[in-house]
């Protein structure tokens, strides 16, 4: 049997599914494009939870807010092009305990660490206690894998299908 890989993107996508010999309901189906779609620019909507751990899609679209962890996270660019501005935080603003990443309420204190441009399958490290901020020209579509936390919007009844 021949398999075809088809890349998905934020424009054109067709919904995945899975054959199995089992009961649908024992699993959940979502697809990240049509959750990016019909969700807010920079909402970090959990697409797969494991315990505390979580993959969060986000549509990246213009310029973001600021956020912080206080454990390493990464992304991965999923759809068009993706800037991640870095500050190295002053210790008066890094994350004192906790889980998963929390926004700034406005601009990050400290020095500047750069920035990465990032497309398509490109992976970038969100280092614990580092500012970072996605920004894009056009819309485009970033998972992130992290912890849950502050920032984590849970809509599981709305993404899921059986």
Not at 88 to 105: C, E, H, N, T, V
Request: proline fraction near 6%; hydrophobic fraction near 40%.
């Amino acid at each position: 049997m021949a398999y075809q890989t088809v890349f998905g993107s934020l424009d054109s996508y067709e919904k995945g599914t899975i054959e199995l010999n089992d009961d649908l309901k024992h699993y959940a189906f979502s697809n990240i494009f049509e959750v990016a779609g019909k969700s807010k620019p920079f909402e970090r909507v959990a697409v797969a939870k494991n315990i505390e751990y979580v993959a969060e899609v986000t549509k990246v679209d213009g310029q973001g807010p600021w956020y912080v962890a206080p454990h390493d996270e990464f992304a991965v660019v999923m759809d068009g092009e993706v800037e991640f501005n870095f500050v190295k935080l002053d210790p008066a603003q890094a994350p004192a305990g906790g889980q998963g990443a929390r926004q700034l309420g406005g601009q990050p204190n400290g020095q500047k660490m750069g920035k990465v441009r990032a497309r398509r399958g490109h992976q970038v490290l969100l280092p614990a206690g580092a500012a970072y901020q996605l920004a894009s020209s056009k819309p485009s579509v970033a998972i992130i894998q992290t912890l849950s936390g502050p920032v984590t919007v849970e809509r599981w009844s709305e993404i899921c299908t059986l």
